[in-house]
Each structure stands twice: as structure tokens, then as C-alpha cells.
């Protein structure tokens, strides 16, 4: 690391003894919860993005045994709205980088390598970036080993999240995860019916469980391990499989929630499209929504207020058929895993 990105580091990560008064335990996701209130005690653009979270409106879709809701979070403007063309993110100054972050803002480190952040402009109540201390692009071949860390050393309050670079992260050009608060997303309670009702068990062995689900709106694949390893394999050749498919030599367009409880449990959603086609028309058939990982999770969020009043059941539908992986090919590609 050089000099610079010492420094930068050494303004912003905390140590976790200096969270005591503000409730840190000796689990991360107790410090994580801290750094939360230290940082609403403390820094004034984050304690206003959470105090506009009282006035987020919600509303609810229901389908055959789930449910879809639609927020309206106009502090999600920015990312929603992100330009993540090559040309945009060279000619902006990345908002992750520990050395541009506001003054007031403080992380704690997970590991050597990543710093945990609180998200000022949350959907969760409890919202959290964490990028990579070095401004490298965002891939997950290389890091899934640390999505699985994170989800297990978070697993008891938050729900661990990745956006693929092509696909809802607003900083392709810096490798970060996200986390939530476990419970918030209606696919963290629906999961286990979901998969009894809608899911097709591809490989079930001593520690390793797969199912292709359809009939969700979204098509996923769901991997469920006590091992580390054991997951690393499986996702590996899932991601050569969608690379074959899908003719890609870059990252396949997918997102992915990372959760743990006694063991893994993490869903990958391939992807066909960054953006539904509403999002690119003109005049009045535009509509501001840009699906990721929380989207997907069941929380569509609409940053403009008659965006979300127009929301229809249909047009949910509409949007997850255009974005997820088609059948045939998703059949291809879980067919041999």
C-alpha cells in the first residue's frame, strides 16, 4: 500500500475498542452496528440520509406465495440514475477511495485489505458499503472467498450483496460489497418456501446443496454449504457456464445475496439486461428504475415519486422478464452443475 492510501486509511478506519461507549461487541457485526450509531451521532449528511428514511413510502405487489414491494426513496437518486459508461466513471472521481471520502465519514477494517462504510444514502435501516482499500475494478471471481467472509463474520444482523460491474454497481472501477439488515429484503423470510415450491434441486451432496429457481419473476441458482471451498468450487464453474453460454469474456452480467446461518446460503441471479426498457424511453413511458441486487431481493426502489405511484403489478413483471436470464438459456447453463 503506498503512502498515500496509508494515510488516507489511518484518517478514516477506527479501531474497534473506540466504538465501546457506542455498543461494539466482539463480533464484527456488532462493531458494524456501532460504527452505525457512532457515525449518526457524528456526521451530519449520514444522520440526515437515515432520518429521510421516515419518510420512504412503501407499497406491495402480491403473486403466488411472495410478495414484490415497490419504495420510494428519492435519495437513491444518484445511484439510480448512474452513468456507468467507461467515459463517465474516467471523468469522475470514485467516491470510494478512502482518501476522497467526506472528512466526517469513519469506517472499521474487515481484514487486511477492505474497509466496512456506512452508506449515507441508505434503503436499509442499517446500510453499509465495503470496498477494497485499493482502487481496483469490481469483480467477484478473485473475491468471492472474502463475499463469503463477510456474510459469515455479518451473518447474525445483515444480509451480505454483490452488483456485478455491468449490472447496478454505481462504482464498477472499485471492487466493493454491500450489506443490509437481515429481514428487510422479502426474499430473506420467503426463501425457504420459495425454494420448496419453486425450486429444482440441480446437486445435493454431504455439504453442498444447489437449486435452479423459476417461477419467482427471477430466475436463480441457490447454493447452500457449511465449506468454504466447497462453494468456491461450485461457484466457480457456475461462472465458467455462464461465461460459455453467454459467449462473455468479461464479467457475466449477475448479482448476488450472501447470507449465514450455521451455514452459506447464496443466491446468484444472471443476468440479460443492466436496465429495463422503460428506463431508456421517451417522454412519458421513461421510468427511473434500475434493478440490482436489493431489487432482486424483492425492494424495487423508485427514486422519483410518480415513478413509484405508476408502478403497476404488471410492469414489475415486465421489468424482471427483461433483466433475468431468459429460460433457455438459464436451463443451459444449470443443467450441468
Known sequence: MTSYHRDAAARVVMAPEDLERFGAGSSFSSISAALLHHQRENWPLLRSGYASLASVETRSFEFDGFVVKVQFNPGRMTSSSANVDEQSIRG????LCLSHLPPKQRGVAFGDSYVLLCNPFPIFPGHFTIPHREHIPQRIEESFGVL???AKAMGDRYTVFYNGPRCGASAPDHLHFQAGLKGFMPIDAEYPEVIRRYGRVV???????SVAVEGYLRRFIAFES??????????????ARLKLVLSENEEPMLNILAAYEERWKVLVFPRARHRPSFFFAEGDGKMLISPAAVDLGGVCITPLEKDFHRVTRELVVKMFEEVTLGKAEFDEVVLPL
Not at 226 to 239: D, H, K, N
Open 92 to 95: 469522475r472521481r470514485c467516491f
Open 148 to 150: 463469503l467472509e463477510l
Open 203 to 209: 446437486k445435493e451432496n454431504q455439504d453442498l446443496r
Open 226 to 239: 457449511s465449506s468454504r471451498p466447497i462453494l468456491e468450487e461450485a461457484f466457480a464453474g457456475l461462472l
